[in-house]
């Protein structure tokens, strides 16, 4: 079992920026293909970016590629999405996700954390 938490969301004005962190517990946290999903009400969730375990492969949906950005640190069973010039539409609840294949697909990844709400208002 790994357990996911996230932290950091928020409320900014369109244009700021937020840092989103996901703590990682449980097993060996290097295994695994690390996501951010986000959820916006009344809408299904959605891939943002992922990141292998190495931090070689990193991957981003179209309406984030440029501003924002994931890392990870192993050594601290961490991983984080800077957020940059963030858009009303970019409202929605984070959620962190740990999997073992590289995947955008939400079912690639069984273990989940409880989320995060960001708010960006215009």
């Known amino acids: 079992q790994v357990q996911l938490v996230e932290s950091g969301g928020g409320l900014v004005q369109a244009g700021g920026s937020l840092r989103l962190s996901c703590a990682a517990s449980g097993r060996t946290f290097r295994n695994y293909v690390m996501g951010w999903f986000r959820q916006a009400p009344g809408k299904e969730r959605e891939f943002v970016s992922r990141i292998t375990w190495s931090g070689i492969i990193i991957v981003y949906a179209d309406s984030v590629k440029d501003r924002f950005t994931i890392s990870r640190d192993n050594g601290k069973n961490a991983m984080y999405l800077q957020m940059n010039s963030l858009k009303p539409e970019s409202t929605a609840v984070y959620y962190c996700?740990?999997?073992?294949?590289?995947?955008?697909?939400?079912?690639?990844?069984?273990?989940w954390g409880r989320g995060t709400q960001v708010t960006v208002t215009s």
């Open positions: 996700a740990a999997g073992t294949g590289n995947s955008g697909a939400a079912d690639a990844y069984p273990y």
